[in-house]
Structure formats: structure tokens, C-alpha cells
């Protein structure tokens, strides 16, 4: 019984030593290959925020025409304009059919990882980690990713710095913090679940959703949102990836923030 609690304390530890400061700081010199060397924040920027952006417009408009037969309480609350592109969109896809109300039984809707293949070119998907000990990992199940892509997301509650997050942090390895102390707690299960379903119900506008939760589930609908599950580099393995912060802008379209896998803690702090 000794012997498998100190197992269990010890599997624990290995774990949670990378977000134990004392340790990190007595090690960082054992292994550089960890170590990204980042001049100023501002420099912090391995492809451009224009490139981000156009990406997860792509990406997101691609699931939303994919599921446009479920999208037709949004579609009544948007503009004419916005409601026509689709249609023009629709029709270019379709070959021509741009009726709309004839659509339901023409349309063949794929599965969201073969949305993201025939958008970007590979799919990525949660997969048990070849590294030892290190839990599930993110893997590329389809296609070539080229140099500067955007391959997932970093789903969960956006703290600011000053809000309560010590409960949420218990056991949890999924926080993650950026360049100005905000914290991102990717966490799908426990407390963290519970507080970022609260969230995402706070701030939904009728059909209009502003964030998408099914990350928390089996059935995720943007195959992007598996950020939190992508293992840091070891010393066997140098890192194929790496973290870029991006602040979506305020005048992202409305009816396609039902994908982007974030929600502000506090309700006056969208960002």
C-alpha cells in the first residue's frame, strides 16, 4: 500500500513540476531546448495576426455552410447583405443552387475534422501521447501541414489577472498564461467545466451563440478547439509547434463566434 501511494505521489509530481516556479528556474539551464527566446513582446509573432484571422474566417465559415440547414434562427437575425453572401457562397459550392429552401435535401453535411481537411489541407484530432506519462496528445490524422499554419486553438474561460481562479487551478495542468498575466483555464471537466458552461449560457443573445462548448464534449464541432491537449517538447524530442497569443477584434462576424472555443470570465471583459 506504501509502495503505491508513493507511485501515485510520485506520477503526481512529474506532472505538476513543470508549473512549480522553484523547479523550472533550477532546471531551465538542464534543458534549452525547451527555451524560446522572445526579444519583446511585441515580437511574439511567428505568422501575423492578418493570417490568423483569415484562417479561422475560413475555417469557421466552412463548418457554418456545412451546417447551414441548422443555422436558420441566426440567418433571420442577420443582415440581408450577410444573409446573401452565404447564399452566393451556397451556390458556388452547390453548383449553382441558390434556393435556399431546396437546400435541405441537397446537402451532404461532413463531419467537422473533414471540414478542416478539405480547408486547410489536414485534419488534427485528441490521441493517446507516444511520450511516456504524458496523457493524450494532438496528432495530424490526415494530410501535410505546410510551415506557419494555424494547427489548433487553446480552448477555455479567459481570466483577467485579478480575477478568482484558485479553486478552478487545483490539480489542473491545462491553465495557461500569457504574455500579460491573463490566464486560460482549458480545463473540460471538473469545476473549470461547470464555470465555463455557466459562461457560455450568460452571454448567449437568443440563437446567437458567442462561444462554442462542445470542446467540452466527444462531439466537438470546431476540430480546431484541442489546443489544451498539445504536449510540451522533452529531451528526446524538440517541439514541432508553437503558442501565439491573438486577440480576435471586435467586429468578428456575429453569427460565427459559435465556434471560437473562449469565453470572458467577467461579462464586461470580451475579448
Not at 531551465?28 to 493570417?51: A, G
Amino acid at each position: 500500500m506504501p509502495g503505491r501511494l508513493l507511485r501515485g505521489l510520485w506520477q503526481r509530481w512529474r506532472r505538476y513540476k513543470y508549473r512549480f516556479v522553484p523547479w523550472i528556474a533550477l532546471n531551465l539551464s538542464h534543458n534549452p531546448r525547451t527555451l524560446r527566446y522572445v526579444p519583446e513582446e511585441s515580437k511574439d509573432k511567428v505568422i501575423s495576426d492578418e493570417d490568423v484571422l483569415g484562417t479561422l474566417l475560413k475555417v469557421f465559415q466552412a463548418l457554418f455552410l456545412n451546417d447551414f440547414n441548422k443555422q436558420s434562427e441566426i440567418l433571420t437575425m442577420l443582415p440581408e447583405s450577410v444573409k446573401s453572401k452565404y447564399q452566393d457562397l451556397l451556390a458556388v459550392e452547390h453548383q449553382g443552387v441558390k434556393l435556399l429552401e431546396n437546400r435541405h435535401q441537397q446537402q451532404s453535411t461532413f463531419k467537422p475534422e473533414e471540414i478542416l481537411y478539405k480547408t486547410l489541407g489536414f485534419s488534427v484530432a485528441q490521441a493517446t501521447s507516444s511520450l511516456i506519462s504524458a496523457g493524450k496528445g494532438v496528432f495530424v490524422t490526415k494530410g501535410l501541414v505546410p510551415k506557419g499554419a494555424v494547427v489548433s486553438m487553446y480552448p477555455g474561460t479567459v481570466y483577467q489577472k485579478y480575477e478568482p481562479i484558485f479553486f478552478q487551478s487545483i490539480g489542473n495542468p491545462f491553465i495557461f498564461r500569457c504574455l500579460d498575466g491573463v490566464l486560460i483555464d482549458g480545463n473540460d471537466k471538473g469545476i473549470s467545466k461547470v464555470v465555463y458552461r455557466s459562461c457560455n449560457g450568460r452571454d448567449r443573445l437568443g440563437p446567437l451563440k458567442m462561444s462554442d462548448s462542445t470542446w467540452l464534449t466527444s462531439e466537438i464541432h470546431n476540430p480546431l478547439a484541442v489546443g489544451q491537449y498539445v504536449n510540451n517538447c522533452s529531451n528526446d524530442r524538440a517541439a514541432n509547434v508553437c503558442y501565439q497569443e491573438f486577440d480576435v477584434p471586435a467586429v468578428f462576424p456575429i453569427e460565427l463566434k459559435q465556434y471560437l472555443p473562449n469565453i470572458a470570465y467577467s461579462y464586461d471583459k470580451q475579448r
